[in-house]
């Protein structure tokens, strides 16, 4: 008998290398400088995405190279249970000197995804280790997307990402993220809106007994779902308030938002609220090297050091010096070259350039964002917001036009409610002149 997939005729791959999109050949990239790559062909695009919001000083930045290969010439790696190296207690200093008030310490994982993972576990062990062992649960947001490992995927509402995994994922109760171009009422004011926003959290807390709740989970800036949603006024300190009247953490994802996007260096100064704890990754190490952190404020810190005396929970690169090495060098530029003003300044020059190119636009619907961070909403119709048909894939054959035509774009479809939206994002690096941006 004849197997059910015997039948298929498989064409031949030109590639060994297991690529997440299976249907087409992508081109080979060969080199990068500035804010352009270049592939094998010789063809250059222009990096108006920063990849995945990741390479924010551009490509082949001297500094960073040279930071790495000196760091590569001394030591590349020591297993963390063995040692601590300089440069990881270097750039953990730097961090928690320019971080939200009472962090005080980091800990170094490969990506966001794992910065994720360790968030949830170092809250769930804080719980335990406070003999509040009965506090089990997440209280996450739709629109969002915290990574693809089984815990992150969990939290995360991309119901495109997450249906085929549903039944290996925790349970998470989510809510209803700051959505305000969609879910704003007409005559509500942006405060009654994001007011009503907390209320609907209050009450699923009160549902899960707020005793039983471990920590609120959200992207201070939402990124890869909806496209750059940014909260209204005191949504954050709503949150907080809330998190705190309960006991309840609240962990905040600037995987995408953080390390400088939105102009200020954490979007959460932005909205005056200070999380438990922050996860950054991307910009942190600006694609040199894979990196993301968790910053932690010290109450967890301290109880962790006085009851068990340790963080259940490691990976083999924990704190790889190379990638220690790339970040500290990334941070040492923004910081000495003025990049967060410069953040700020560029992407109200992208801001007006956007508006006069798309803002009468029939088919984007919103402009929003916030630093060098902006996403795009497509709709069929501005009056009615529809969206485009799924099945017309309009964010892959966007991304297929861009590139052929040499730039680098971030669009993406969004799945959330059984809602399907095709959006926009841009990201470009922090050195991009006003010229590039046009
Ligand atoms: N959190 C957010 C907000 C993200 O945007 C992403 C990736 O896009 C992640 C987590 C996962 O990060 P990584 O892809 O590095 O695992």
Known sequence: MTAP????????????????QLQHDLPVAVSGRGITLTDSQGKTYLDASGGAAVSCLGHAHPDVLAAMHGQIDRLAYAHTSFFTTEVAEELADVLIESAPQGMSHVYFVSGGSEAMEAALKMARQYFVEIGQPQRKHFVARRQSYHGNTLGALAVGGNEWRRAQFKPLLIDVAHVAACYEYRDRALDE???????????????????LGPENVIAFVAETVGGATAGVLTAVPGYFKGVR??????????ILDEVMCGMGRTGLLHACEQEGVVPDILAVAKGLGGGYQPIGAVLAQAKLVYTFRQGSGLFQHGHTYLGHAVACAAALAVQRVI??????????????????????????????????????????????????????????????RIK??????????YPMSGTVDGRHGDHILLAPPFIASETELA
């Not at 997939?5 to 997440?20: E, G, K, M």
């Not at 308030?241 to 609240?250: E, F, S, T, V």
């Not at 297929?400 to 774009?409: E, F, I």
């Open 241 to 250: 308030a809330l998190c705190d009247r309960h006991g309840i953490l609240l």
């Open 400 to 409: 297929r036009q861009a590139m052929a035509q040499g730039l680098m774009v």
């Open 335 to 396: 910081q000495r070259d003025g990049l967060l003003v410069q953040v700020q300044e560029r992407g109200q020059a992208l801001q007006s350039m956007l508006q006069s190119a798309f803002g009468a636009h029939p088919h984007v619907g919103d402009i929003r964002g916030r630093g060098l961070f902006w996403g795009l909403e497509l709709v069929q119709d501005r009056a009615s917001k529809q969206w485009f048909d799924p099945a017309l894939t309009l964010h892959a």
């Open 5 to 20: 997939n015997a039948a298929r005729s498989f064409q031949p791959s030109t590639t060994h290398v297991f690529h997440r």
């Open 189 to 207: 004011t942006p405060e009654a809106y994001g007011q009503r926003l907390v209320a609907e959290l209050e009450k699923t807390l009160e549902a």
